[in-house]
């Protein structure tokens, strides 16, 4: 039974996708339309399951299928041919081998597409198949004997409406082959309902296509009646709300690329229109992907890394983790002990430049920001001078030279610029090599294995180096001088503030933290634990029971029953990643503690960033996440998380546009765990916990 | 102006070879007309002489300086600040805001430290002196508890049964450095075995969970290399317990000791070349870790720094109340405070300052305290110029130990300020009166005088 329901929700997720709905619902209802002219009903029914039988024989994973990926191009085909022909069994044969001709194109060319090209495929396998058929079809006498059809319009609407209207809605239903007004309103009221930004792009997108080319026509009534304007409606649609994350500027680029569409159009309209075949959506497949292209290739910033359910999600996702996360994947500790001051950054403004701009030098200061006592005449002046370095990776140390002199303050060594020198491979894939060390202080050798700590040697002055400072990059490969890759540093304070995974600025004191066993023990949930909690609202009293499972992607979550919340640790910080599901409870745990500090120190803060659905739901979310896309700081929902006394967390939740000013306070459990947490007028405490449901 | 008479004495002329007085035997002169830049005038003219100055900023610069040699090498440090070294609250004060937590040695110091605002896990608790009912009390504070011999181990676990609850404890050991005198009075020997013994008994009571180390290896070291053997032994002991007896040794306090700029008396060198820096000592006690500990095991190393951080933020201004001229032919000065106020004034040959230029060649000099005592010394022989009554003395370092060492003998405890960072300053202990001493005296009525 679940599984023929999932197979059913697969279909209808075809239908919606080609409105870039992931949503059976709308699904269905599009569905549903489709029966109006049931010649087109029933060939995109055929279309679509032929497809779908036949990528489950050829064994396309399930996850992909579910999504209607690969069967939207076989189902609009499908609709193509059943636009044009009644259905019989000879129409029905020729649509089962086209739509399997489409998915098998379709595979084909999402693989070249997406490993060569990084873009998607949209309906590009469409264009081609249903135009191949189309030029095919005049050889098909048969089908053209017993299949042509006179279309059935329930045009009386067009009467009541005016034509700068109906031929918004014509066009919108056009998309399915069903150019009709009460299709189109149908289709919006979906769109609607699903997306407000996709309903707002496919009106601005309509309008701003038509307008042109009425322009350029020189005929209002001309351009309103095309209905192959559908063609910026989805181009407006994916450029603007899908592949692009929801901005001003996205919003732009998507009306540029409607209103240059229209040249296409027309173009492409002149040349097929002489062999006998429409348009298709031939003008939105190439505009769209060639911007998505470029976009790509320039990296632009709103190119979505991330596409989620409606462009809402893309948003709320996009906006809430760019705030959350930032860093890189590249992470490395910081490679001494104390506080020491950033010197020069990325493109620092003395050497950290070209080749070499992805590396950070660190230096001690004293009150007054010197770096040095005394007159600084000697190396012995320098703070920083013969401090201990300490590995920032876990991995092999590859290359180790140790010979070098210290230079005497004001001279360089410009033979050796890297002086004496750590190279370490960390196994994630790149080389972290440390530089200017003091001369036979590096108490490592080549082939030795460190940890993140271990010590490596003393800071020095050899090298291109005019004071003694460490001076650290990634690079991709042991050779000493290499390029340098992009990283960032992981559990850090600065200015009792900790960092999970950041750049400090230049000037900025930073001071590594190392993980706090004892803190860390407690942040440990290992599968099939649960707790049992009480929580207390007013007079009411309920149960939270929270077990922790697996999500095939191995990620860890608790399950509540109603929702899931999935947490995990990296690098010295535990995090709630993200929230699926409606459980108020659960997100009140999102919200007391989005992240913590692996690391205990009375008064450390902590900032973090909470999505729109954590703090507010419904008509409210909606209406906020749509005004964001306009203005990315609106929807700005900050926590400061802080250490209190004897491990106790207050958290602060502040927001200017929902008016939140609220303070949450966690307590840690002695052993394992979240002890209580407070909340406005609820409190969540725990009762009982329970290492396995078996145990 | 009438020139003041000046009996002739004659001085052996020592030039061009470093001798003990450090420069110009002659004319060198060591003048101070302030402190942080608060006229020294000034100061006795508001608060009197003698008067105890201690400097807010020289304090926290010092504490962040031996702070920052640490914490610069290794990632999991932790001072103790040293409560008998100076618990005047306000010095107190500005350390626990610096950092440290406090290291006790009594119930007194604890019961002190607690008033201060301290939580009981931020106090170490050591000491060969601990009542019943001050480690019930840090017992149930979750205090860092140092335990000194045998029968601590058996209060404790009495303790234990009565509070119903493990209690988390550290063993105090003393083991051979390198150094003379070796300390072996405090704590379990660790060569002998008895430290082991220690373990064995506390992880065979199951009452006790071990989960510090502690030594102290002297006081006033100036060898570095003492503190790397420590640290080694502390470490390999520390391990050896991890692996034989299950207990977690969570932290390393290997103690203070460290000296401060001032000289030894006996010690030829000045102390800038006597003394190394605090630098060397912290290199010698990481690299000392670091070529012990396992990798990516950083047990928190506690420090109980104390004469090294407060000695030289503290002076003492003195008045020469009179003069005279010793049957030797050395000049004598008395000054308004001697060994009642500098119990330092012992063991230390203090740097002495001058308020004012003075015209003059130095000869040499004594310097008496005002009490009616022959131990009432406070330099035996050093070189000034000739000195009006009424010219102050300022000594230093002296802000270790004698806020705490001094002693209500014959002259009352004078007025202890601090200059503050902003140049304000601040009485942090007001001088006494007969009302202070007579306080506590009870005078049966029948030997009232009528």
């Known amino acids: ?695 | 102006m009438k020139k003041i008479y000046q009996k002739p004495v004659i001085t052996k002329l020592q030039t061009g070879f470093m001798n003990k007085f450090g420069s110009s035997p002659l004319y060198a002169r060591k003048v101070r007309t302030d402190i942080d830049g608060v006229p020294i005038s000034e100061l006795v003219e508001k608060f009197g002489s003698p008067l105890f100055v201690i400097s807010e900023k020289q304090l926290r610069e010092k504490y962040r300086q031996i702070y920052s040699a640490f914490t610069n090498r290794y990632p999991n440090v932790q001072f103790g600040w040293s409560y008998k070294t100076n618990y005047l609250k306000a010095v107190c004060a500005v350390l626990h805001q610096e950092g440290a937590i406090a290291e006790v040695v009594s119930e007194f110091e604890y019961e002190k430290a607690r008033n201060m605002g301290i939580e009981g896990k931020d106090i170490i608790f050591n000491g060969p002196h601990k009542t019943i009912n001050a480690l019930k009390r840090a017992a149930l504070e979750g205090a860092k508890i140092h335990i000194d011999h045998f029968d601590e181990i058996t209060d404790l676990e009495h303790i234990a049964d009565e509070i119903g609850k493990q209690i988390k404890v550290a063993i105090r050991i003393n083991m051979d450095t390198g150094i003379h005198p070796q300390w072996d009075r405090f704590g379990f020997n660790l060569e002998t075995g008895q430290a082991l013994d220690a373990v064995k008994r506390i992880a065979s009571g199951g009452k006790l969970v071990l989960n510090g180390l502690h030594c102290h290896i002297g006081t006033f070291i100036l060898e570095p290399e003492a503190y790397g053997k420590e640290v080694e032994k502390m470490v390999k002991f520390a391990y050896e317990i991890e692996d034989n007896f299950g207990f977690k040794i969570e932290y390393l306090d290997i103690g203070g000791g460290f000296p401060s700029k001032n000289r030894l008396k006996g010690t030829y060198l000045p102390p800038d070349v006597a003394v190394p820096p605090v630098e060397e000592f912290a290199e010698k006690i990481t690299d000392s870790l670091y070529s012990n500990l396992r990798p990516g095991d950083f047990p928190k190393l506690i420090l109980e720094t104390g004469r090294a951080i407060v000695d030289e933020a503290g002076y003492l201004i003195t008045t020469v109340f009179a003069s005279k001229r010793l049957p030797d032919g050395r000049k004598a000065y008395i000054a308004d405070a001697g060994v009642n106020l500098l119990f330092t004034a012992f063991w230390y040959k203090f740097n002495i300052e001058i308020d004012r230029e003075v015209q003059g060649s130095n000869e040499p000099s004594v310097i008496y305290g005002p009490l009616c005592m022959n131990i009432d010394i406070i330099d035996e022989g050093t070189m000034l110029p000739p000195l009006k009554r009424g010219t102050r003395l300022i000594f230093s370092p002296v802000g270790a130990y004698n806020n705490t060492q001094w002693m209500q003998f014959i002259e009352y405890r004078p007025n202890v300020v601090m200059v503050m960072e902003d140049q304000t300053v601040e009485i942090i202990r007001e001088k006494e009166d007969l009302s202070d001493i007579e306080r506590r005296e009870r005078l049966p009525d029948r030997l009232k005088i009528k």
């Open chain 1, 1 to 695: 039974m679940e599984k023929i329901k999932k197979q059913i929700k697969a279909v209808l997720n075809s239908y919606s996708e080609i409105l870039f709905l992931e949503n059976y619902v709308a699904g269905f209802v599009i569905l549903l339309a489709t029966f109006l002219n049931p010649n087109l009903g029933g060939a995109g029914i055929i279309a679509i399951i032929s497809a779908y039988l036949f990528a489950r024989f050829l064994g396309i994973g399930e996850t992909f299928l579910k999504t209607g990926f690969y069967t939207y191009n076989s189902l609009l085909v499908g609709l193509s041919i059943g636009y044009l022909f009644k259905l019989t069994p000879l129409t029905a044969f020729f649509i089962v081998a086209s739509s399997i001709t489409t998915l098998i194109f379709s595979v084909m060319l999402h693989s070249i597409f997406s490993y060569y090209l990084k873009i998607p495929i949209l309906s590009l396998p469409f264009v081609v198949i249903s135009s191949t058929i189309y030029l095919a079809v005049s050889n098909y006498t048969n089908l053209f004997v017993n299949s042509l059809y006179p279309h059935i319009n329930f045009s009386f609407l067009e009467n009541y409406l005016p034509f700068w209207i109906s031929g918004f809605f014509k066009s919108l239903g056009t998309i399915l082959f069903l150019p009709d007004v009460f299709v189109g309103i149908v289709f919006s009221l979906v769109i609607l309902l699903v997306s407000r930004i996709l309903f707002m792009l496919s009106v601005v997108g309509y309008y701003t296509g038509t307008i042109t080319a009425a322009f350029l026509t020189g005929s209002f009534a001309t351009a309103f009646s095309d209905i192959s304007h559908f063609n910026f409606i989805l181009i407006s649609m994916v450029l603007g709300g899908i592949f692009l994350i929801p901005s001003i500027k996205s919003y732009f680029i998507a009306l540029t690329g409607v209103v240059i569409s229209t040249i296409v159009l027309s173009a492409i309209k002149t040349f097929w229109s002489f062999y006998g075949i429409p348009a298709f959506t031939l003008p939105f497949n190439f505009i769209s992907l060639t911007f998505i292209y470029v976009l790509g290739l320039l990296g632009f910033p709103y190119v979505a890394k991330v596409i989620r359910k409606t462009p809402e999600e893309t948003l709320d996702f996009y906006l809430t983790n760019i705030k959350r996360y930032r860093g890189s994947y590249n992470t490395i500790h910081l490679p001494f002990s104390g506080r020491w001051t950033v010197w020069q950054g990325f493109n620092g403004k003395w050497t950290h430049k070209g080749n070499w701009r992805y590396a950070y030098d660190f230096v001690i200061t004293d009150e007054s920001r010197k770096t040095y006592r005394n007159d600084g005449k000697q190396l012995t002046d320098y703070y920083a001078y013969r401090k201990p370095v300490l590995s920032p990776v876990r991995g092999r140390v590859v290359k180790v030279i140790s010979d070098l002199p210290d230079n005497p303050i004001g001279q360089v060594d410009r033979e050796n610029n890297w002086g004496n020198l750590v190279i370490i491979y960390d196994q994630r894939g790149f080389y972290v090599e440390i530089s200017h060390l003091s001369q036979n202080s590096i108490k490592v050798k080549e082939g030795d294995w460190v940890e993140v700590g271990t010590f490596l040697g003393l800071c020095g002055n050899s090298g291109y180096s005019p004071q003694p400072h460490i001076h650290i990059q990634v690079q991709p490969s042991a050779d000493i001088g290499s390029y340098t890759l992009p990283f960032s540093f992981v559990s850090y304070i600065s200015q009792n503030r900790f960092f999970s995974n950041d750049l400090p600025k230049e000037g900025e004191i930073v001071e590594p933290v190392f993980p706090d066993k004892s803190i860390e023990i407690k942040m440990t949930f290992v599968l099939d634990y649960t707790f049992e909690y009480e929580v207390i609202k007013g007079e009411k009293r309920e149960n939270l029971s929270l077990t922790v499972k697996m999500a095939p992607d191995g990620t860890f979550y608790f399950d509540s029953g109603k929702g899931q919340l999935y947490f995990g640790k990296h690098e010295g910080t535990f995090y709630f990643y993200r929230i699926d599901g409606e459980d108020p409870y659960l997100k009140l745990f999102f919200l007391a503690l989005p992240r913590m500090p692996l690391f205990y120190r009375e008064g450390l803060r902590w900032e973090d960033f909470l999505p729109v659905k954590v703090v507010t739901g419904g008509i409210k979310k909606s209406l906020i996440l749509f005004f964001s896309s306009f203005n990315h700081n609106l929807s700005h929902i900050q926590y400061t998380g802080k250490f209190e006394k004897n491990m106790k967390i207050t958290g602060k939740i502040t927001s200017k546009l929902l008016n939140i000013n609220e303070t949450v306070q966690v307590e840690l459990d002695e052993t394992v765990g979240i002890k209580s947490i407070k909340f406005k007028d609820t409190y969540i405490k725990l009762k009982k916990f329970i290492h396995s449901k078996e145990g």
